[in-house]
């Protein structure tokens, strides 16, 4: 029988096309590796951890946590690019390492909307603007007629350049015309110590580190900025609900892979990873950290990255934010 060479392409296509399901059927045949930019026993850290137990118990094999810190996270997300896109190398990172920080340094390794495979957003977890009791102002419209009456003298602080709270504060003055200074920590504890101390105004605190605080009577909650108020703050309102505007901000951990992933493998990883994560202990272990679980799927999360980066990109240019 003659064989031309379109007989031949057919048949590779074809036998291609068979071997991806296959291949993603099969997946994982080996230990699994989770990448984590950030030291053990943080946010970050810890949701990626439970995920890695929970995949563990599903899948039969290994799933190892690597933390490899450095340049805001950046250094793990380099090196999930860099890997084979198998699936055995994944990243769980905040969006500031992602949507962030390639915009605030100098020279990024990685173009996070070309580089990288968005899997699934894990957990967002809302935050809470806490202040000292004496600051004059007990709700957010009160906190917006001060800062506004007093433009330069209002000082927020954060956990550093480019974390969270700082940029939704950067977001506020950008989007509410505000005029608040940043004064960046090495880290939240230090931060919300001076918030406490009364010697910095006011901080956007990670909502399990500053209600214990705020139910002490060390410190006010004036909003939180989540979509809805959260279980571990009920009675605080959100900024939705002060009438300021639709404004929703989290710190959110999202599962990536390196780009060129399968796309039956990474149906496979999302279906899996929603399935271990969506219901019983794990979920209930995870709402009780202070996440809010989103478990969206490939294709939203993508759509939603898009816009963060667009989102923190012009909140960047217009604070011109560097990174030091």
């Known amino acids: 029988m003659r064989i031309t060479r379109r007989t031949l392409m057919g048949s590779l296509v074809a036998t291609a096309a068979g071997a991806a399901p296959a291949a993603a059927q099969a997946f994982p045949n080996k230990p699994v590796k989770i990448v984590v930019g950030f030291a053990a026993g943080g946010g970050t850290d810890f949701v990626a951890r439970v995920l890695a137990d929970a995949l ?16 805001s996270g950046m250094m793990a997300a380099e090196q999930v690019v860099r890997s084979a896109p198998d699936g055995y190398t994944l990243l769980v990172s905040p969006q500031t390492s992602i949507a962030v920080a390639p915009q605030i340094f100098a020279k990024s390794p990685y173009d996070p909307l070309k580089d990288l495979t968005p899997i699934t957003i894990l957990t967002a977890t809302p935050m809470l603007l806490v202040a000292h009791p004496s600051f ?19 000082t927020f602080a954060s956990g550093g350049i480019g974390s969270s709270p700082h940029m939704t504060s950067e977001l506020l003055n950008m989007q509410l015309g505000l005029k608040a200074v940043h004064v960046p920590y090495r880290g939240e504890q230090p931060a919300l110590a001076d918030v406490m101390g ?19 009577g060390k410190l006010k909650a004036l909003v ?17 609900e002060s009438g300021a505007g639709d404004i929703v901000t989290a710190t959110w951990n999202g599962l990536y892979g390196p780009a060129g992933m399968a796309p039956e493998l990474v149906q496979k990883i ?39 980066v667009a989102r923190w990109g012009k909140v960047i240019k217009a604070a011109d934010i560097r990174a030091e």
């Open 224 to 240: 939180t900025t989540g979509q809805t108020r959260s279980p571990l703050a009920p009675d605080v309102p959100t900024i939705v």
């Open 270 to 308: 999302y279906a899996d990873v929603k399935e271990v994560l969506g219901q019983g202990a794990v979920r209930e272990r995870l709402i009780a950290s202070g996440s809010d679980m989103v478990l969206n799927t490939p294709p939203q999360f993508q759509d939603y990255l898009k816009a963060e």
């Open 136 to 154: 004059p102002a007990s709700t957010f419209a009160e906190f917006l007629a001060y800062v506004r009456a007093n433009p330069g003298k209002v």
């Open 198 to 216: 009364n010697q910095v105004g006011v901080l956007f605190a990670n909502i399990p580190s500053g209600m214990p605080y705020v139910q002490a």
């Open 56 to 71: 563990k118990e599903r899948w039969g094999q290994t799933v190892m946590v690597e933390s490899r810190t450095g340049a």
